[in-house]
């Protein structure tokens, strides 16, 4: 089964810091994969994905992760966290259907920056 | 560009009352709309697929009868949740692929969400 688990929680990291949200994947194919992040009372955002190509894929507001095909991992990065990055964030793989393709999302991190 | 609309935002109803959600792609055309269920910090979890003009694909587990899912244009799909009761209460959200996967899209654009209470 198709499936992405997020093993941490919660993520605590100090402003100015780098901050990794982990993300690990199990699927049949080529991955497609997401990072969504979601603000208290709000929808999601996109932030980036990784189809194919380069293994370093950046994003919105900084972000960027990393596709490790060995370790089977989508981590998300940044090199200088802010306090505006505490959010929850969704790792999620994209699922090709012949008519829209679903997303299964993983069980979400909250990371907390702390000025 | 990509936005989606939710209304209304927040809903209070009574037990037993039916209670209807519109999702609207604002500046493009989406084939394809999903519905999401989300309980407090915790993932998503995807409820149905709607495809315009067709019915929609339930995930296993959700009652086609009590979320009834229409797809009446390219623009708008409505969620529309009958005989409600107190554990219907959630956040309700839509979203939208505005470009197939395969065609380099495949992220999907969310709405802001709806809170239903059910009292």
């Known amino acids: 089964a198709q499936s992405v688990a997020q093993p941490e929680d919660q993520v605590n990291v100090a402003e100015g810091n780098p901050l990794t949200v982990k993300c690990t994947y199990s699927v049949s194919g080529n991955p497609y994969l997401f990072w969504y992040v979601q603000y208290p009372n709000r929808g999601l955002q996109f932030l980036l994905k990784?189809?194919?190509?380069?293994?370093l894929v950046k994003g919105s507001y900084g972000f960027e992760a990393e596709f490790n095909k060995s370790q089977t991992s989508f981590h998300l990065k940044k090199p200088s966290a802010l306090v505006s990055d505490s959010a929850l964030y969704f790792c999620?793989?994209?699922?090709?259907?012949?008519?829209?393709?679903?997303?299964?999302f993983g069980q979400g991190t909250e990371l907390s920056v702390k000025p | 560009g990509a936005v989606v609309s939710q209304h209304p935002s927040w809903v209070i109803c009574k037990s037993g009352t039916s209670v209807k959600i519109e999702c609207r792609s604002l500046?493009?055309?989406?084939?394809?709309m999903f519905w999401y269920r989300q309980f407090p910090k915790q993932s998503l979890m995807l409820m149905a697929t709607?495809?315009?003009?067709?019915?929609?694909?339930?995930e296993q587990g959700v009652e086609k009868d009590k979320f009834l899912i229409n797809h009446a244009s390219l623009t708008l799909s409505t969620l529309t949740v009958t005989s409600a009761h107190p554990e219907d209460s959630s956040f309700y959200i839509c979203?939208?692929?505005?470009?197939?996967?395969?065609?380099?899209?495949?992220?999907?654009?969310f709405g802001p969400g709806t809170r239903l209470t059910v009292t």
């Open positions: 500046d493009f055309q989406a084939t394809t």
């Open positions: 990784y189809i194919t190509g380069d293994n």
């Open positions: 979203s939208a692929d505005r470009q197939a996967l395969t065609s380099g899209g495949g992220e999907q654009y």
């Open positions: 999620a793989v994209h699922l090709v259907y012949n008519q829209g393709g679903k997303l299964i």
């Open positions: 709607s495809n315009e003009g067709s019915k929609a694909t339930y």
